[in-house]
C-alpha cells in the first residue's frame, strides 16, 4: 500500500524532523545549523537504510523514498523556498559595502562563474572518461553549469559563524547572491543546446545571458522601489511586511512568466529594501517586527532546505556505485573554484586581504540546495544518474567538510581568535 501525503503533511512532517533536530543540535552538539541539519539527515538515511537491511520485511527506506519524490526537491526550491532566502539574505547585506567591491562581485559572479564552468566541463569530461562512463563534453559542461555557483544560503550561513572584515563579507555575500542566478541562466542556455542537439551558438547564448540576467536586475529594482514607496506612504508593520510578501512572491512569479531571472531580481529587491526601505521607510517599531520576520523565515526555510538535502542520500542510493566519480570530483570542483577566484583576487591586493580572500572565497564557497535542485531537473536517463550522483557528493562534502571546518580555517588565516560560541542557522 502506498502511502500519499498531501502538501500540508508533507510540509509538517519537514518542520517536525527540522525542529527536532534543530534542539538536539543545540542541546548537545552545537554545530552550524546547516551543518548540524544536513548531517542529521544523511545519518537518518544511513540508519534506515540499517534497519531495511535489519529486517527484511521492512520497506522503510521505500517509503521515505516516495515522500522525498512527493516533495519535487526542483519545485520545492527553485519555485518556492529560493526567492524567500536570497530576499532574506540580501536585506542584511550593507549596500554602501557591496558598492564598495562592486567590480569585484560583478567579475566573480559573472566572468568567474563562466570560467568554473569550463575548467569543471572540461576536467569532468576527462574524468568520467577515465572511469569509463564517457559522458559527452556538452552535458559534462551542463555539470560545470550546475557545480559552480556557490550556494548564497550556505554561504551566508557560514558568514555567521566568523568574523570577517565587513567589506570582504560583502564582497562574498554578494557575489553568492548574484552568481546564483548568472549560473541558472548559463544551466538552461547549455541544458538546452544539450537536449536539442544542435550546436552551441554564442551570440544566441549571450542574447539570452543579457536578457535574463540584466532583466532580472531591472524587475528587482521595479519591484523593490514599488513596495519602497508603498511602505514609505504608511506606518503599519503588519501591513509592510505583507507588502515584503507580496515583492517577494509577486516579483519572482512576475520573473518567471516574463522569461528573466528571478533569483537575480529577488536578490535586487533585497537590497533596495534591506537598505533605503529600512533607512527611510519603516518606523523603529517596523523594523524590529519587520527584519525580526524575515530573519525567522531565513532560519526557518534554511533548516528545512539542508535537512532535505540529507535525506536526500536515499534518493542517489540507487546510484552507489557511480560515488566514486562524484569523490573524484570534488577536487576538481575546488581546483576549479580556486582558479576562477584566485586570479581575479591576485590582481585586487590592494582592496582585498588576499590571503584571508582567497581561503574564503576557495573553501568558503560552498554548494548546496541550488546545485542538487538543477541537477534533479535534468531528464531522465543515464547521464542524469551519473550527474546527479557526482553533484550530491560535491554537496555533502561542501556543507559537511568545508562548512563544519571554514570557522577555524580563517581563525588561523585571519589570525584572530575563534567567537565564543556559534551562531545556528
Not at 551542463?142 to 550561513?157: C, E
Not at 507580496?246 to 531571472?261: D, E, Q, R
Not at 582585498?352 to 576557495?362: H, M, N, S, V, Y
Request: contains cysteine; aromatic residues 8%.
Amino acid at each position: 500500500m502506498t502511502m500519499a501525503f498531501s502538501a500540508f503533511e508533507t510540509a509538517a512532517v519537514l518542520i517536525v524532523l527540522s525542529a527536532g533536530f534543530a534542539w538536539i543540535n543545540l542541546r548537545w552538539f552545537k554545530l552550524p545549523g546547516t551543518v548540524a541539519l544536513t548531517m542529521m539527515g544523511a545519518v537518518a538515511s544511513l540508519i534506515i537504510l540499517a534497519i531495511d537491511f535489519l529486517t527484511p520485511t521492512s520497506d522503510l527506506a521505500g517509503t521515505v523514498s516516495r515522500f522525498l519524490e512527493g516533495v519535487d526537491f526542483h519545485e520545492a526550491l527553485m519555485d518556492g523556498m529560493l526567492s524567500f532566502l536570497l530576499f532574506a539574505g540580501a536585506m542584511h547585506v550593507d549596500i554602501d559595502d557591496l558598492r564598495k567591491g562592486r567590480w569585484q562581485i560583478l567579475v566573480l559572479s559573472t566572468i568567474g562563474v563562466v570560467a568554473s564552468t569550463l575548467l569543471v566541463g572540461v576536467g569532468f569530461w576527462g574524468l568520467s572518461a577515465a572511469v569509463g562512463l564517457a559522458v559527452p563534453l556538452i552535458w559534462c559542461l551542463v555539470f560545470g553549469a550546475l557545480i559552480s555557483p556557490t550556494d548564497p544560503v550556505a554561504v551566508m550561513g557560514v558568514l555567521k559563524t566568523a568574523r570577517v572584515p565587513p567589506t570582504l563579507q560583502a564582497t562574498i555575500a554578494g557575489e553568492s547572491l548574484f552568481n546564483d542566478g548568472v549560473g541558472v541562466v548559463i544551466f538552461s542556455i547549455l541544458l538546452a543546446t544539450a537536449v536539442s542537439g544542435e550546436p552551441f551558438s554564442l551570440i544566441h547564448a549571450g542574447e539570452m545571458f543579457v536578457v535574463e540576467a540584466l532583466g532580472g536586475v531591472v524587475l528587482g529594482l521595479a519591484v523593490g522601489w514599488i513596495g519602497y514607496r508603498a511602505m514609505k506612504a504608511i506606518d503599519d508593520y503588519a501591513v509592510e511586511t505583507l507588502i515584503t510578501l507580496a515583492v517577494v512572491m509577486g516579483g519572482y512569479a512576475l520573473a518567471s512568466a516574463i522569461h528573466v531571472s528571478g533569483p537575480v531580481a529577488m536578490a535586487v529587491a533585497g537590497l533596495l529594501i534591506g537598505n533605503r526601505g529600512v533607512a527611510q521607510a519603516m518606523s523603529k517599531r517596523t523594523q524590529d517586527y519587520l527584519l525580526g520576520f524575515w530573519a525567522l523565515i531565513d532560519e526557518i526555510l534554511n533548516a528545512v532546505l539542508f535537512l532535505l538535502i540529507g535525506l536526500e542520500a536515499l534518493v542517489v542510493i540507487d546510484r552507489f556505485g557511480l560515488i566514486g566519480l562524484g569523490i573524484l570530483t570534488i577536487p576538481l570542483v575546488l581546483a576549479a573554484r580556486a582558479v576562477s577566484v584566485g586570479v581575479p583576487l591576485s590582481m585586487w591586493r590592494d582592496f582585498l586581504p588576499f590571503k584571508t580572500a582567497f581561503a574564503l572565497f576557495t573553501w568558503g564557497g560552498l554548494r548546496g540546495g541550488i546545485s542538487i535542485a538543477l541537477a534533479l531537473s535534468l531528464p531522465g536517463g543515464p547521464i542524469k544518474d551519473v550527474l546527479v550522483a557526482a553533484t550530491y557528493v560535491v554537496v555533502l562534502f561542501s556543507v559537511l567538510v568545508q562548512g563544519g571546518t571554514i570557522k577555524s580555517l580563517i581563525s588561523r588565516v585571519a589570525g584572530r581568535p575563534e567567537d565564543e560560541g556559534v551562531p545556528h542557522g
